[in-house]
């Protein structure tokens, strides 16, 4: 019996052009297409002139599709799993089916393809080389809270999914606890109305009419910045520790800890303690 083939396959963000080849020939040879909206890809199966039977797949039914799914993968048969747009299993679903394929051996071949954040990042000018995806935020205000914390700290630029509506709750919330940075918001990638805001965030929140609330929108944020400290600075937080009785050792290594400066301009400047 033919091994089947579990296909992650991408669509366009916005510009149907965007779509491989590759992903249209797999498109045309599976047996089914599980699809988040059937409608909304409707229109792709129709431009490319697929007509592979599609059933819906999304996080609201994503459980109860599984051993439909896995059914047909079984039987032999190879099955397609779509999204409204980008890639499946970033920030949607497929994850479940993905693991539960991978626990029955069956072979799981992602197509590489869309994905909104990637353009994003590259167009945005921050730095690139490291990034930290952090995608759509938890709902609730606990969670978000402390992962934003986590965050705080990660000097590689981090990038984010929100909805138009939130943006601006997201902005706020991402203040309090970043403090001000700078930002680049892009929406509608690929499309007509393709835009970039390279701003900062207190910019965005003095002005907020300023960004057009249409579309899905990716925030590329600038990593922790390292704090430039005087020599008068560091000398003051010296001191500071001297006079809570500790040794020459111990204050150099809580101010150490403190700034991240080196341990040799600390030291020198303890010195003329």
Known sequence: MKNSILYIVPTPIGNLEDITLRAIKVLKSVSIIGAEDTR?????????????PMFSYHKFNERSRVEKILDKLKNGEDVAIISDAGTPGISDPASIIIKAAIEINIKVETLPGATAFI????????????????????????????LLKELKNIKDTII??????????????????????????????????????RITIDEVLTNPDMIILKGEFVIIVEGAQEKEYSNAELLEMLQAELGK??????????????TSVSKNRIYYLALKL
């Not at 909304?40 to 592979?52: E, M, R």
């Open 40 to 52: 909304n890809s409707g229109k792709l199966l129709k431009k490319f002139k697929i007509k592979t």
């Open 119 to 146: 353009p994003a990042l590259v167009s945005s000018g921050l730095v690139s080389e490291r990034f930290y995806f952090a995608g759509f935020l938890p709902e609730k205000k606990s969670e978000k809270n402390n």
């Open 160 to 197: 984010f999914y929100e909805a138009p509506h939130r943006l601006i709750k997201f902005l706020s919330g991402l203040k309090k606890v970043f403090g001000n940075r700078k930002i680049v918001i892009a929406r509608e990638l690929s499309k007509l109305y393709e835009t970039y805001y």
């Open 245 to 258: 009785g500790k040794s020459k050792k111990d204050i150099i290594k809580k101010v150490m800890e403190k």
